[in-house]
């Protein structure tokens, strides 16, 4: 099992961009798929961005495409999460996490997934 840990969030503006980074150790992360899910309080843990094992394109949940980016460096064994743009409404806890094995799966339900980060707040505010 891979452990993952995230960093980087924080509190900005609306509009304002922000990074997370989520380092892998344990295991090679290039052998994982990988994903980003957020959850605010009382809701359901919602899908924000995944990218598949051997893969450099990255799947996006429809409140996010267009301002956030997934993508890896695997020498550093980390995935980040670029948040550009952002809303009132990013503001949430956000999680990074990892499925091995097998390439084809849901990559927007958070089940798939067995190795989780301990997640990083991210506020937008004015």
């Known amino acids: 099992q891979v452990q993952l840990v995230e960093s980087g969030g924080g509190l900005v503006q609306p509009g304002d961009s922000l990074r997370l980074s989520c380092v892998a150790s344990?295991?090679?992360?290039?052998?994982?798929?990988v994903g980003w899910f957020r959850q605010v309080p009382g809701k359901e843990r919602e899908f924000v961005a995944a990218?598949?094992?051997?893969?450099?394109?990255?799947y996006y949940g429809n409140a996010v495409k267009g301002r956030f980016t997934i993508f890896r460096e695997n020498a550093e064994n980390t995935v980040y999460l670029q948040m550009n743009k952002m809303k009132s409404w990013d503001t949430a806890v956000y999680y990074c996490?990892?499925?091995?094995?097998?390439?084809?799966?849901?990559?927007?339900?958070?089940?798939?997934?067995?190795?989780w980060g301990q997640g990083t707040q991210v506020t937008v505010s004015s």
């Open positions: 996490a990892a499925k091995g094995g097998d390439n084809a799966y849901y990559l927007n339900r958070a089940s798939e997934y067995e190795s």
């Open positions: 990218m598949r094992r051997g893969f450099d394109n990255g």
């Open positions: 344990g295991r090679n992360l290039s052998a994982y798929g």
